[in-house]
Structure formats: structure tokens, C-alpha cells
T-cell receptor
Framework: EAQVTQNPRYLITVTGKKLTVTCSQN?????MSWYRQDPGLGLRQIYY???????DKGDVPEGYKVSRKEKRNFPLILESPSPNQTSLYFC????????????FGQGTRLTVV | DQQVKQNSPSLSVQEGRISILNCDYT??????FLWYKKYPAEGPTFLIS?????DKNEDGRFTVFLNKSAKHLSLHIVPSQPGDSAVYFC???????????FGTGTSLTVIP
């Protein structure tokens, strides 16, 4: 079954404690990206990756890091989380960056206290 | 600076009637547009897309219309069904770009 898997689904953490949200896809997609969803702001792109070792900033990259060492994995790293990073996060992948439908993961609900 | 806007946070429609969801954009360089549907506790799923070389694209009960001069697109669902109740996001990108811009979403409720 084609899918994008994010872990964990829910996470409560404290300010400043480094965390990683994992994302894995089994469709051999080149393009992967991270979004955050906030009330009244919709989905905003954090980072995206066009292929292995190729990453770039989206609209709201501050406070986040990513890496793309393998095609299937695209982890999101928060080195020093702050309360304003409390949000619902989605990972997505697509066949290539040009205008094909994206498959989204189930989401990760992150709360930073 | 929201480059893609969905000005109606919510919409209620009777089952069997037409649902029309609207989306406006500000960047004239956008040339590909997509609609996604999102149920609670799930990730968004792709619904339909349209390229700027077209002004209409149909897929079953779903039709997307694009008015480039007005920088406006709309999603029509006919007939609406209770299972269509969800949040709908429109998204835009440039053919030569890699960033996607999403609207704030419209919550559609189809009343049986």
C-alpha cells in the first residue's frame, strides 16, 4: 500500500529539548516536503526536498532543520523547540516537484510547553 | 503575506445541491492549482488540479474553474453528498518552482 508514515502521531515536549519527527514514504518519490497547519493560517510549507541531499526552505523554515540522506526518509528536526512551534505537522511526497498530486502523512500533533 | 486566500471559512449545503468553494491568489506567476480534501485526524488527500493553460477541469462530480484574469479559481461539487463534508484546501505553485502555497481552508458541511 502506498503511504507516507510519520512518527510520532502525538508529542508533548518542553521548550529547548531537541526532537525529531520522522517521515518515510514507500513510493520512491523524489519530492518530499513538510508543512505545518495552524488555525486561520492553513498549511504552510516549512522545507522541501527535490531529491537526496537536495533541500530548500519553504515559507516558514525558522527553527527547523531537515535532512535527506535517503530517498525514502525526510526527518524534521527541531533543535530547540519553542511554544510557537506548537502545531499540526504534515509530511508529503510526490513523484516529482512539478505539479503532481502530493500524498500526505497522517500528521503529527506537537505541543511545546 | 497570504498568497492564496480562501475567504469563506465555512459553507453549508443541502445534500444533492451544488457546493461552490472559492479561492483567490495574488501571485500572477502561479500556473498550476490543486484542491485537497481533509477529514479530521487525517492528512489531506488530492482531489483535482488544473493548469493555467486550461480554464476548466472535470473529474466526476468535481469541477475546477480557473479565471486567470481575476486570479480566481473555484471548485464545484455536484451533487453534494454527506461524505463530502470536510475541509477543502486550494494550493498553487509555479511550473518552474518547487514551493506550494496553500489557502486557509473552507470547511464544507453537507446536510442530509
Amino acid at each position: 500500500e502506498a503511504q507516507v508514515t510519520q512518527n510520532p502521531r502525538y508529542l508533548i515536549t518542553v521548550t529547548g529539548k531537541k526532537l525529531t519527527v520522522t517521515c518515510s514514504q514507500n513510493m520512491n518519490h523524489e519530492y518530499m516536503s513538510w508543512y505545518r497547519q495552524d488555525p486561520g493560517l492553513g498549511l504552510r510549507q516549512i522545507y522541501y526536498s527535490m531529491n537526496v541531499e537536495v533541500t530548500d526552505k519553504g515559507d516558514v523554515p525558522e527553527g527547523y532543520k531537515v535532512s535527506r540522506k535517503e530517498k525514502r526518509n525526510f526527518p524534521l528536526i527541531l533543535e530547540s523547540p519553542s511554544p510557537n512551534q506548537t502545531s499540526l505537522y504534515f509530511c508529503a511526497s510526490s513523484d516529482h516537484q512539478l505539479n503532481t498530486e502530493a500524498f500526505f502523512g497522517q500528521g503529527t500533533r506537537l505541543t511545546v510547553v | 503575506d497570504q498568497q492564496v486566500k480562501q475567504n469563506s471559512p465555512s459553507l453549508s449545503v443541502q445534500e444533492g445541491r451544488i457546493s461552490i468553494l472559492n479561492c483567490d491568489y495574488t501571485n500572477s506567476m502561479f500556473d498550476y492549482f490543486l484542491w485537497y480534501k481533509k477529514y479530521p485526524a487525517e492528512g489531506p488527500t488530492f482531489l483535482i488540479s488544473i493548469s493555467s493553460i486550461k480554464d476548466k477541469n472535470e473529474d466526476g462530480r468535481f469541477t475546477v474553474f480557473l479565471n486567470k484574469s481575476a486570479k480566481h479559481l473555484s471548485l464545484h461539487i455536484v451533487p453534494s453528498q454527506p461524505g463530502d463534508s470536510a475541509v477543502y484546501f486550494c494550493a498553487a505553485t509555479r511550473n518552474t518552482g518547487n514551493q506550494f502555497y496553500f489557502g486557509t481552508g473552507t470547511s464544507l458541511t453537507v446536510i442530509p
